[in-house]
């Protein structure tokens, strides 16, 4: 995965140790892998003893693998040995085939424990460390993505880094590397400390000067309207050549700028996106929810891991889809992503996985893996399955050809070859006309062979789970379930919500100290959270509120935005610093603005401070809210397709607020009804509050006084919709609540 280029100032000392001979080692290109090194089960390395999944995976390496600490970096010191820094996570292919092919290859263990302490990172248990070492490389090459393998000083300054390396290649790498190192140090010192020093300057995006505090001017979201537009594929949806990812910020932006200015082109941009996305392969056909990403233009061949994240951010997407359209096809979605979130990554204790694996066994009795064995198939085994007559519908619906349907250009390893991926490529009425039947009839038929193929496809063995529960994708699944509850009134979704705000407050939150945890496995908490742990927890704590009316989740979102201001304010330039002040390792403190395939950390906290500045009429975390926008300023002018979230809090900070208070009884039917007129429609820039005469109405009193006031009319539940905290008159007339609501702010 490649992020937007931020600078190629250190390519040219990238290669000034090694030449460009080397550099050409950073290309991955396609090869024939030699055959898998089996490593004895006995042996272990300092790996052993950690909870992620992702460094136990290498905790029988030949390779001496450290985690990321002090042991390994005072080892690095005292021996003055390079350090090899591998970044990857549990569900990356490319990872999986690196820990195959090469640090379970004897010859290249060999070379590393010789010559260097090397040093294994969860990038998603350490956001920190990965942010730091990825802004590098993509520095250096103008792209970056895992696995990340970067060469450091023992005072882990980086000289040289990549991606993907075939084991001959890396295996001559490293001799080149530990040769430099002995017979020129001075050259590779010097370049790793201009590297660094340049590297301190890219990832705190921290001007010169200090950002000027002037207003962000309107014109910013036409211009990323009109920059998100210019890559738009017009005949396959989305944005942008081959890789397709979904991207669900852009999207989310997009619909806002549709609601802020009623022009369509943003709206059909996303809808056409959103239905291209769903009939194609990367989309889960079989068991619902999506893939990562489309290795090709048409969205049919994904890179097939499932993660939390992306879950999360669709449901949420497909959801406004529907709050916008009301058509049942988005809704359908929707439901089919929480419903395969609360299937398949759901863990027994509670709390959401953080990923499954693209790669699995081949077979039970057989310990081969390949990326996509779970869910490709063979025409023979769906007409095995189906019979002669429904496999001959059902192939002709999905996509499915005899000898394959995936191009080989799409399958560099030969691993999908004679595979078909499922993907939509006739609607349920093209393949009834077809086939002579009525659409009722079809529709019945291909629901019956999906299910068969659902059933089988159940036997074979199943994807591995990053089984880890991460804070900051929990919070954002938590956000998707009670969103989805509330717009399809929904309950089931709404409990699943609230069990998961419990399981994280009760095993990711100190309250003594009144901090997260970044995530927890195998009963218990590790690590210190991050920026995004809070923003994600703060964004679905304001959601869960507003679909259940707990007023707890809003006092705690009070609690732990002031914790994040301490813990990761920058008091020099604003915005927030993605990780506290308490690693003295880390040669920098990032501080992202990049909305990729998640918002950045930035991103959200500058929407969650509006959003509660809204809601606890609080004008320092107004102010606050500004100074996080003006501290990436220049990008949001210069770039703002690469920050969609952003321009998502800028679209919000310039809207004409609307808080909407219903003062009942959030479970008599009056009440229902017109909570019903608010959640049937997409109003992104509202607050919505209930007044039910209890300790919560208190509350929320005590941060905005008017709601003192609110009451039944006549013992009727009652709407007060207003702008800027001024009201329009009180109703109990769901018709007349229906068109406030529809007025233009």
Known sequence: MSRVQKSSALFAVSLLAFGGAAFGLLRARPYQPPARQETPPAQTNHLAGEKSPYLLLHAHNPVDWYPWGEEAFEKARREQKLIFLSIGYYTCHWCHVMERESYSNPEIAAVLNKYFVSIKVDREERPDVDRLYIAYVESATGSAGWPLNVLLTPDRKPFFGGTYFPPDQLKSLLQKVAEAWA???????????????????????????????????????????????????????????????????????????????????????????????????????????????????????????????????????????????????????????????????????GGFASALDADSTLARAKPETAEGAYYLWRASEIESLLGNSDAAMFDFAYGVESGGNVPASQDARHELTGKNVLYERYTAKETAGHFGLTENQARQKLAAALQSLFEARSRRPRPPTDDKIVTAWNGMMISALARASAAFNEPRYLEAANSTEKFVEAHLYDPKLQRLSRSYRAGSAASIGFLDDYTGLIGGLLDLYEAGFDVHFLTWAVTLQQQQDQLFWDLKAGGYFDAPASDPDLLARTRESYDGAEPSPNSVAAMNLLRLSQITDRADWRARAQSTLAAFRARLQADPEAVPALASALDYSLAQKRQILIAGDSAAPDTRALLRLVNDRFLPNKILLLADDASGQKQLASWLPFVAGAHRIHGQATAYICENYVCKLPTADPAVAARLLDAKP
């Open 183 to 349: 017979n020129d140090r001075a050259s590779v010192t010097g370049t790793a400390s201009r590297a660094a020093q340049e590297l301190v300057q890219i990832v705190n995006e921290s001007p010169a000067v200090p950002a000027s505090r002037d207003a962000l001017p309107p014109a910013i979201l036409d211009q990323a309207v009109t920059q998100i537009s210019g890559g738009y594929d017009k005949s396959n949806g989305g944005f942008g050549p081959a890789p397709k990812f979904p991207r669900p910020v852009t999207l989310d932006f997009l619909l806002r700028s549709y609601a802020r200015t009623g022009q369509s082109g943003p709206r059909e941009m996303t809808l056409a996106t959103l239905r291209a996305m769903a009939h194609g392969g990367i989309h889960d056909q079989l068991g619902g929810g999506f893939h990562r990403y489309s290795t090709d233009a048409e969205w049919r061949v994904p890179h097939f891991e499932k993660m939390l994240y992306d879950q999360a951010q669709l449901a949420i997407i497909y959801t406004d889809a529907w709050q916008i359209t009301h058509e049942e096809y988005f809704s359908a979605i929707a439901r089919d992503i929480l419903d395969f979130t609360l299937r398949e990554m759901l863990q027994p204790a």
